[in-house]
């Protein structure tokens, strides 16, 4: 018996805005060997500094809309006028040779990959108080009270979701959140199942009958 | 809605001798809190510098019989002409007041365990090699080669049901081995059922509609 290869997981992250979400899970990328964040399709144009394959695979709305007619994609929507989605091998390829695959998406992206994916692992993250939360939302403080309350009602709109996920992570301490979101990704390497396959050869040296 | 408990989770590590399982327990105990190893029932003697409710619950023979007659036992073994238990109170009080609780028993009491309590999690550890193993069970060189085969076999015959656990630690280098047990324990305690009392208000108060 050799090394072996078994699959990584897949982990669906979601979050309202002001949350923290994008910054914990660079560091956790960052931190962590063997975990990258999917790349999405989107439709809309590249802004300064975007990278096509890196920040989106950016794609036209013909293109975009036969893979959704194909099947392509694990969880896609359409925000305004451009589409955006993950596609099933960009999630998957790394999950199959073994990675982990960080999707960073909403709650109902996150429901869409758990009908197809119900292994995915999703994990919720919390602001530490609404205080908090109503500062982050208020941006530079030149938008109006309007513009701020519908924030406010789009981030509970989506923490209204967080019992469909798996994990939930409050991000208060940064530095705590960042150890926690990490311990979760280790907790799941360390499953006997996954690490059979890591030790396959020492469980094999271990167990052999023999001096 | 107020903060309110959510019960603790019930640990049982496995190991072979050798695999360095009292020393991690011990570590994992001191750096984390809201942990605690379990105190065992025996029937044989204490020794010097051990204390009763401490290290063991030390009870006579006719006494243990009879808990094992009302099934106060989680799981208990004979171990040459001592039997060694692990009561349901010991075990349990613990976790349904919220704490986590750790059970060090070999692979048969783990299968008792299992069966009473499946949501149980069980952990295995490792040695890093045979080699390590081997050297480990030769003790301070003073035991015959029969010896020392002797518990190479016993440590083999543990290892043997190592798929029989949750998650597997390979201890290697030990500062790594914690942090993995480390990082199973915070796992458990970021699931959604869990986080979801221990943050209660918080969810409240994030959710709740109006200023």
Same mark, same amino acid.
């Given at each position: 018996m050799s090394e072996q290869q078994q699959p990584g997981t897949l982990y669906v992250i979601s979050a309202p805005s002001g949350a923290g979400k994008t910054s914990l899970v660079r560091a956790l990328v960052e931190s962590t060997p063997d975990i990258a964040v999917s790349v999405s399709h989107t439709t809309r144009p590249p802004r300064e =500094? *975007? +990278?096509d394959g890196v920040d989106y695979h950016f794609t036209d709305v013909a293109t975009f809309e036969s893979m959704v007619a194909e099947g392509a994609f694990l969880e896609h929507a359409k925000v305004f006028d451009n589409y955006y989605g993950t596609s099933r091998n960009a999630a998957l390829d790394g999950v199959s040779q073994g990675r982990d695959v960080i999707l960073e998406i909403d709650w109902q992206g996150a429901r869409q990959v758990r009908e197809s994916i119900p292994q995915a692992v999703g994990i919720f993250i919390l602001p530490p108080s609404r205080t908090v939360l109503a500062e982050r939302l208020q941006g530079r403080g030149q938008d109006s009270a309007e513009v701020i309350q519908r924030r406010? *009602? $789009? $981030? #509970? $709109?989506e923490m209204a979701h967080f019992e469909e996920f798996d994990y939930l !992570? !409050?991000? &208060? &301490?940064?530095?705590?959140? /960042?150890?926690? /979101?990490?311990? !979760?990704?280790?907790?799941?390497r360390l499953r =006997?199942?996954? #690490?059979?396959?890591?030790?396959?050869?020492?469980?094999? *040296? /271990?167990? $052999? +009958?023999g001096p």
């Open positions: =500094g *975007e +990278t406010m *009602e $789009a $981030a #509970q $709109a !992570v !409050v991000n &208060d &301490d940064f530095d705590t959140a /960042l150890s926690e /979101l990490c311990s !979760v990704v280790t907790a799941r =006997g199942e996954a #690490q059979r396959w890591r030790h396959a050869s020492l469980l094999e *040296e /271990l167990l $052999a +009958t």
